[in-house]
């Protein structure tokens, strides 16, 4: 997952901390049946093609399951320490640290996909700009982006609340900072604490900052239209990965986008 945060705590520094224990903190998450409903999706707007680029591709979870359906996965990250996690799940991917923001022409990809809410971590102005530049610049001429986006509802619920999760010998703490009158466009922030046993019962603590920021479906649009992209499809996400064509921020916790360049997507949906 690709991070930017404010100066309190850098990106960097936020996923060095939360490596080892991303995989436990989203562990009830369905990336097989989630990505399925992506790929899917992603068909009817005319993806054929294997090649993927997992831009913060993080541990490599989101990424995993297209490797298993026989893609040839190139992923990028932020962070080394989460790119030394995904490695050693799959030696075969071709992984390498980038920013999404600066990130060259590494390849042609049949499908981009940037998930996790890694967008919402772009929480500079212009961010979106040169992140979906660069991601058109690696996308192929019949080719899709995928990216998800967290809602208002999102930060005025998760965000705004405190959760834990707990196996033998980890304890997460989730300390939501959000209110719940946060504002479309505003800036959202939550603690992640760990405490990982060390031995004869002594805990470390680990703490890592989110800072994300919300982006309005308009400003995506432009964004998307200023890098030669255009929305061909925009769907709320259910709890069961699959997708809701209302897109609705105040029903649904994520939205997804689908892009194409615009002489392929024509007009947005």
Known sequence: MYAMQTPMTSAGETYERLAPFYDELTREHDYDGWTWHLEHTAFTYGVRGR????????????????????????????????????????????????????????????????????VNYLTGDGDLDLAFGSLARNLAEDGVLVFDLNTVSAYRTTWARDATLESPEL???????????????????????????????????????????????????????????????VFGQLPDGSLDSLADEDLHHKLVYFAQPVAKGGDTE
């Open 51 to 118: 090649r993927l680029l997992d831009a913060a591709c993080g541990t490599g979870k989101s990424f995993m399951p297209f490797l298993e359906r026989g893609y040839a996965v190139t992923g990028c990250d932020i962070s080394p320490e989460m790119l030394a996690v995904a490695g050693a799940k799959a030696p075969e991917a071709e992984l390498f640290a980038a920013d999404i923001r600066e990130l060259g022409q590494v390849g042609e990809f049949d499908l981009i996909t940037c998930l996790d809410d890694a």
């Open 171 to 233: 304890f997460l703490a989730w300390r939501g900072k959000t209110g719940e009158d946060f504002e479309p466009g505003g800036i959202a922030e939550l603690i992640v604490e760990a405490f990982s046993e060390t031995g004869l019962g002594v805990y470390e603590r680990v703490s890592s900052h989110h800072v994300e920021r919300h982006h309005p479906r308009p400003a995506v649009e432009r964004a998307l239209e200023g890098a030669g992209l255009t929305a061909v499809g």
